[in-house]
């Protein structure tokens, strides 16, 4: 039990395109999802929490229009980066917190981001 | 605010052998801390947690102690297997509903024959 998957597990898109990334909860509901982005040897950093139906909370320096955050349902939560750059190009991995876990956290595969 | 310094890797270990994976840790209160592990191709899975001082988590024979006054949660293993290569982060969550989580760079493990 407990699985996230996100989907694509890659993607490489042309600078200035926008790009979505899927992120589901497979056999849970999940009113928290989070979403973090993992430079190379570096530790996952929190981009941003989203509750089902409300907006997003935004860490301090995530610009919340570049990284639009969409939670939806229970069971979905999308990351759109709009106008993608070089620099944007990262590993981004969801995760998932279910309304019975006290602070457990369920994390996707992760989405390999390339931005040429 | 909070912070984690994880032994840097990669960590190369001959099966059997003893493993130590350092992690300190800088925060205020009373933090909950964590080890995940996330084995190739897949997500990040808890492997296992303490929640406050002198708490011993454990499973799958790895253990970590938490350890208010040396502010450490070092994960060990008596005998690792060729099945642990993965690599493991440390990590730790704010006070009581404070659900954030602040991550070590993760440490890569690989196991010999």
């Known amino acids: 039990g407990a699985v996230v998957s996100q989907h694509p597990s890659r993607v490489i898109c042309k600078s200035g395109t926008s790009v979505k990334i899927e992120c589901r909860s497979l056999?849970?509901?999940?009113?928290?999802m989070f979403w973090y982005r993992q430079f190379p040897k570096q530790s996952l950093m929190l981009m941003a929490t989203?509750?089902?139906?409300?907006?997003?909370?935004?860490e301090q320096g995530v610009e919340k229009d570049k990284f639009l955050i969409n939670h939806a349902s229970l069971t979905l939560s999308t990351l759109t980066v709009t106008s993608a750059h070089p620099e944007d190009s990262s590993f981004y991995i969801c995760?998932?917190?279910?309304?019975?876990?006290?602070?457990?956290?369920?994390f996707g595969p992760g989405t390999r981001l390339t931005v040429t | 605010g909070n912070s984690v310094t994880q032994m840097e890797g990669p960590v190369t270990l001959s099966e059997e052998a003893f493993l130590t994976i350092n992690c300190t840790y800088t925060?205020?209160?009373?933090?909950?801390l964590f080890w995940y592990v996330q084995y190739p191709g897949e997500g990040l899975q808890l492997l296992l947690k303490?929640?406050?001082?002198?708490d011993k988590g454990s499973n799958k024979g790895f253990e970590a102690t938490y350890r208010k006054e040396t502010t450490s949660f070092h994960l060990e293993k008596g005998s690792v297997q060729v099945s642990d290569s993965a690599v493991y982060f440390c990590?730790?969550?704010?006070?009581?509903?404070?659900?954030?989580?602040?991550f070590g760079t993760g440490t890569r493990l690989t196991i010999i024959p």
């Open positions: 056999d849970f509901q999940a009113t928290t």
């Open positions: 989203s509750n089902e139906g409300s907006k997003a909370t935004y």
């Open positions: 303490a929640t406050k001082a002198d």
């Open positions: 990590a730790l969550s704010g006070n009581f509903g404070n659900e954030k989580l602040t």
């Open positions: 925060a205020t209160g009373y933090p909950s």
């Open positions: 995760s998932a917190r279910s309304p019975g876990s006290s602070y457990e956290q369920y």
